[in-house]
């Protein structure tokens, strides 16, 4: 194999013909961003803070940091640790090592593309669910691999800014509609308005979709709204600059495309049917949903059992 003494800093391989080669000083782990910082002429400074920053989105600085570390030969070695492993030239770092830190990036890199596989699909780049029942949220959790928020036990409002740099989300969607609880006061005036009859709703979820969601957002109102509420943010409407749009399933344009698909395996819904019960159950079965009790989701009635 050729002994680098033609490349740059005593490297070899495809990297170091752009500069790209690990130094033994100046650097503070593997070398990786001085390597950069070096062929770009930059401060390495500048590639770890970077780097350290994308740490935080899902790991992902240390995935590139790790990667690098593999593709960039040393100083002093004829090639890269991967192309050592191949037997195209000699490195410095161990073959232990070097597969240790593949299957680090492998399985790391694996992790990563299914949870963006899942956001093209969800189309979105992070999914939140908030609800205050656990069992719920832990379906949720382990059923779609979304992040779950608890009202009850977290401030949503301040999650929510954290998790979108202080922006707020880009879509926000009641899923709930005039059932929605909630333990603030205006909850309670909405109860106490829909008993005396002078409203008929309860826009808990609606309201708090038009106050997290980002200027400029977009505001979906999937829950059952059949009359009139009270007291609705309009104004934030218009002053975000927010689009919103409210909508019922049409069953007759998509129950054929999602039965089609059920019935392909491309959609699993049987998760969802914590409790399978007898007809003359169904009462029970009925008091349980509304109530929320014993994890129940959705009860499915047999009338052969």
Request: overall charge neutral; aromatic content about 8%; some cysteine.
């Amino acid at each position: 194999p050729p002994d680098g003494s033609g490349t740059p800093f005593g490297g070899a391989g495809f990297t170091s013909r752009y500069g790209l080669v690990r130094p033994r000083d100046g650097r503070y782990l593997a070398g990786v961003c001085a390597a950069v910082g070096r062929a770009t002429n930059t401060d390495p400074v500048l590639w770890r803070v970077l780097l350290a920053v994308l740490g935080f989105f899902g790991g992902i600085g240390i995935l590139i940091y790790v990667t690098a570390w593999l593709i960039i030969p040393g100083e002093g070695d004829s090639a890269s640790p991967v192309e050592s492993m191949l037997g195209r030239g000699r490195s410095s770092m161990s073959p232990v090592t070097v597969i240790v830190l593949s299957i680090l990036v492998a399985v790391s890199f694996g992790f990563i593309v299914t949870d963006a596989f899942r956001a093209v699909l969800l189309g979105a780049a992070r999914v939140i669910v908030i609800d205050r029942l656990d069992d719920r949220l832990a379906m949720a959790r382990e059923q779609q691999g979304v992040a779950t928020l608890n009202y009850r036990t977290h401030d949503v409002g301040g999650d929510l800014l954290e998790r979108s740099g202080g922006r707020g989300p880009d879509v926000c969607i009641d899923a709930v509609g005039m059932p929605a609880p909630g333990g603030a006061s205006r909850s309670w005036y909405d109860l106490v308005r829909q008993r005396l009859r002078p409203e008929s709703e309860r826009p808990v979820a609606a309201r708090e979709a038009v106050h997290h969601c980002r200027k400029g957002g977009s505001v979906f109102l999937l829950g059952a709204y059949p009359a009139g509420v009270d007291n609705f943010p309009l104004g934030a409407v218009m002053s975000k600059g927010l689009t919103l749009r409210g909508a019922q399933q049409h069953g007759h344009r998509y129950i054929p495309m999602l039965l089609e698909r059920m019935a392909r395996g491309e959609i699993v819904t049987e998760q969802f049917a914590t409790h399978t019960m007898p007809l003359d159950a169904a009462p029970d079965g009925y008091a349980m949903f509304q109530q929320q009790t014993d994890g129940c989701v959705r009860a499915v009635f047999e009338p052969s059992r």
